[in-house]
Nanobody, 132 residues
Framework: QEQLLESGGASVQAGGSLRLSCTTS????????MAWFRQGPGKEREGVAI?????????PDSVRGRFTGSKDNTKSTQSLYLQMNTLKPEDTAVYYC????????????????????????WGQGTQVTVSS
């Protein structure tokens, strides 16, 4: 089981920005899909940034244009970041970093899963609270 640790959660006012970080035990350039999920009060967990092995990021409509996910492979282990701008009260949630090991097939590395149940490695979460 790989280790993931999120940081950067805080309480901010609507319109503000936050940057979340996730440090991992994943060795640099090992084939993992990395993602940010969130779970708001009374809501199901949803993906807010899914980052393919090549660095391409996918976002839901609710955060596209406001959130940017990125990863860093320059150190010995991989790190993941989530830049969140123009925050809204509905962004209030616990944010989780997740990783899923990719598989090599006839078409190269597999694509990232879309369901949280397909990610086998999770951090403990960091709270983001946005007040109006």
């Amino acid at each position: 089981q790989e280790q993931l640790l999120e940081s950067g959660g805080a309480s901010v006012q609507a319109g503000g920005s936050l940057r979340l970080s996730c440090t991992t035990s994943l060795l640099r350039y090992t084939p993992y899909c990395m993602a940010w999920f969130r779970q708001g009060p009374g809501k199901e967990r949803e993906g807010v940034a899914i980052i393919e092995f090549d660095g391409t990021a996918i976002y839901p409509d609710s955060v596209r244009g406001r959130f940017t996910g990125s990863k860093d492979n320059t150190k010995s282990t991989q790190s993941l970041y989530l830049q969140m701008n123009t925050l809204k009260p509905e962004d209030t949630a616990v944010y989780y970093c997740a990783a899923a090991k990719l598989k090599w097939g006839d078409d190269g590395w597999s694509k990232c899963p879309r369901k949280d149940s397909d990610f086998e490695n999770w951090g403990q979460g960091t709270q983001v609270t946005v007040s109006s």
